[in-house]
């Protein structure tokens, strides 16, 4: 084979292996709306590929099956809490938790679509599960170094992330039907709460009326 055949060659496989990369690109920006929009359980491969304007065979050159492509999506989830969240905590000694909570929510609203995919009602628990346990991975290592500081002394600090956890993830969720309030404003409220807790008059008086059954 001569060095025009060898250079065709590399060509034609240049632009096949950049067809098969956009096909792909194609599918997951596809997928990513449709689980978005009709939840895990819902969405079929028939909405993707429609979606992507390509076959359904297309889709099995791709991917083995919907699993496998959800799954790609929350890898995504992952990535963006690891790289722009999780690293932000363990390459810092001055991270605060104010910084860890404003910086999740930032992110969290800028990519909503894809945490509804990871912690809607509708997704597989285990993949809900692996967006928390990610989250409280970045709060547990920054409660650590308050331990260590002095801090948080008789605190279940695993137990307490896990807490923290809940509460930012079900912030998230609100903005699954809400885009109010913003990022900043939803930091603030959950720090507030985080901070001051609720009003003591709470757990001293009757919330409901005299005469209300439960």
């Known amino acids: ?27 997951l920006a596809a997928a990513r709306h449709v689980f978005a929009r009709k939840g895990y359980h819902d969405a ?12 359904v065979g297309t889709f099995y050159l ?12 929350i890898d995504e989830v ?31 609203y800028a990519e909503r679509d894809l945490f509804s995919i990871a912690l809607a009602s509708g997704a597989q ?5 692996r967006v928390e346990d990610m989250i409280a991975q970045g709060l547990t290592r920054a409660f650590e170094r308050a331990t260590q ?8 600090i695993f137990l307490l992330a896990r807490l923290v956890t809940g509460v930012i993830a079900q912030g998230i969720i609100w903005w699954f039907e809400q885009d109010d309030p ?12 985080l901070e001051h807790g609720l009003p003591a008059s709470l757990f001293e008086e009757n919330l409901l009326p005299p005469g209300t059954e439960l």
Do not use: C, W
């Not at 990369?21 to 194609?26: S, V």
């Not at 690293?87 to 992110?107: C, G, K, M, Q, Y």
């Open 1 to 27: 084979m001569n060095d025009n055949s060898n250079a065709n060659l590399n060509a034609r496989q240049h632009r096949g292996a950049k067809r098969r990369a956009k096909t792909r690109a194609d599918l």
């Open 182 to 193: 913003g990022p900043e404003e939803m930091a603030q409220n959950v720090l507030n709460l």
């Open 125 to 129: 628990v285990a993949q809900t599960i």
């Open 78 to 108: 992952l990535r963006i809490l690891e790289e722009q969240v999780i690293n932000e905590v363990l390459s810092s000694e001055a991270v605060t938790l104010p910084v860890i909570v404003r910086s999740i929510f930032h992110h969290a």
């Open 44 to 55: 079929s491969i028939l909405d993707i590929t429609e979606a992507a304007d390509v076959g």
């Open 149 to 156: 500081s002095g801090q948080l002394q008789g605190y279940d």
């Open 62 to 73: 791709h991917f083995r099956d919907k699993d496998e492509i959800f799954n790609t999506l």
